[in-house]
């Protein structure tokens, strides 16, 4: 099984409101990424966790902040976003043993920011 | 830095009809190298991948060959489907980072099968 899920799969906001994505896996992953994509662009990564630390953040704005409460579990919480963040944002997921191994995304939180 | 070119589209085919999309990269070190496939309003699919020179990775009739002579991974399959109209990334990750993560992807290549 390798599946990744995330809720919700839609999401409206407002710029003044404070919502939360979730990801969840249950391979026994010990890395997860949040990624964002812009319509017929590749996606671009945002944050990595390694063993629950988080061990990269791409320059991400602070309306942005990452939590992984555990193992299986990653949320993006979001707060006063602009317009020009809405996209889709993937989580991903992978062994956390080695540099080069197989990242495996979940369907994607389709977000849009009025 | 690591680079992944992928050959422009979209690319338009008539069903049965056979595919190559080209990718080249730029990488040091032994990168490993992979497909994902994006079906609309979807995430990305893992579709194959190498991680050795002259590996072939393989799955649903698509196949793709690590050469690191040419510095190539190009996708192919023999007969394309209506149903594998898609968005195709070409990605790699490389052991010459610091940490986890750094999937680099290409531009992607819409294809578009009629039938």
């Known amino acids: 099984d390798t599946e990744v899920t995330q809720t919700p799969k839609h999401l409206v906001m407002g710029m003044t409101n404070k919502k939360s994505l979730k990801c969840e896996q249950h391979?026994?992953?010990?890395?997860m990424y949040w990624y964002k994509q812009k319509a017929k662009k590749p996606p671009e990564l945002m944050f990595v966790?390694?063993?629950?630390?988080?061990?990269i953040n791409e320059s991400v704005p602070s309306r942005f902040s990452p939590e992984c409460p555990n193992s299986s579990l990653l949320n993006l919480h979001l707060h006063a976003l602009q317009p020009e963040d809405s996209a889709l944002y993937l989580c991903?997921?992978?062994?956390?043993?080695?540099?080069?191994?197989?990242?495996?995304f979940g369907p994607g939180t389709r977000l849009l920011v009025l | 830095g690591d680079s992944v070119t992928q050959m422009e589209g979209p690319v338009t085919l008539s069903e049965e009809a056979f595919l190559t999309i080209n990718c080249t990269y730029t990488?040091?070190?032994?990168?490993?190298l992979f497909w994902y496939v994006q079906y609309p309003g979807e995430g990305l699919q893992l579709l194959l991948k190498?991680?050795?020179?002259?590996d072939k990775g393989s799955n649903k009739g698509f196949e793709a060959t690590y050469r690191k002579e040419t510095t190539s991974f190009h996708l192919e399959k023999g007969s394309v489907q209506v149903s594998d109209s898609a968005v195709y990334f070409c990605?790699?990750?490389?052991?010459?980072?610091?940490?986890?993560?750094?999937?680099?992807f290409g531009q992607g290549t819409i294809l578009t099968v009629h039938p």
């Open positions: 991903a997921s992978s062994l956390g043993r080695a540099f080069q191994e197989t990242q495996y």
């Open positions: 391979m026994g992953h010990r890395a």
């Open positions: 966790y390694s063993y629950e630390k988080l061990s």
């Open positions: 990488a040091t070190g032994y990168p490993s």
């Open positions: 190498a991680t050795k020179a002259d």
């Open positions: 990605a790699l990750t490389n052991a010459g980072g610091t940490s986890y993560g750094k999937l680099t």
